[in-house]
């Protein structure tokens, strides 16, 4: 089935370091953009992280330090990369989770500071998940009858993600093939930074979501513990959530 697309939409995965927002970075991406046309355009990129990269995270992705002393930073590819990705929507396995937040800290890290939070995001993981409970492989092999060759590599990864979605909308009439109702139905919850840590709740006030304050207003939390910001701005937490907390401020001091 043709995806039903008013925006291009962007399957993308990310093989990195690691699994810390804070800490890790990108060695190697990976997306499919496709046009409402139908029109696909594949791209995959890898990138030196300026940091080792682990023997544990090279055992799964297959890349070394070695493969990537020559390859540029994210910070070189940064605006090339926000400029080829603007207007569309994004889409990935566990996207939601991991690969959204990670892209967002990188572009943040190189000064990029593209409005992720205006896209739409399919997860076609929370998709699976809802349908039958499996794995990437294991979806690939439900859906379309394939097994999953070079797992863990970016670029096949990102196919088998694009492969699967189709499938899904082909053996589910219930699933609308519509990315706003798609991007609604994969989400995983209502967050206000792409970490967690901040969430909407019913009446679409930011909420605390952790820790000692959490289910409290972070109006309220600002207003009553003025350390609070500064412990969060100077904590391990991701430069999204220091930058919606920073918003959120500000928001309080221009209603004032």
Sequence with gaps: MQLNLKNPLVFFDLETTGVNLVKDRIVEISFVK??????EELKTRRINPGIPIPPEATVIHGISDEDV??????????KSLATQIEGCDLAGFNSNRFDIPMLAEEFLRADVDIELNRRKFVDVQTIFHKMEQRTLAAAYKF???????NAHTAEADTLATYEVLKAQLDRYPELKNEINYLSQYSSFNNNADFAGRIVYNEKKEEVINFGKYKGQLVKEVLKNDPSYYAWIMNGDFTLN????????KLRGFNSK
Aim: proline residues 6%.
């Design 241 to 248: 959530t220091k930058k919606v907390l920073t918003e959120i």
């Design 34 to 39: 496709v046009y409402p046309n139908g029109k």
């Design 69 to 78: 002393k020559n390859c540029p930073t994210f910070k070189e590819i940064a």
């Design 143 to 149: 859906y379309c009858g394939k097994d999953l060759e």
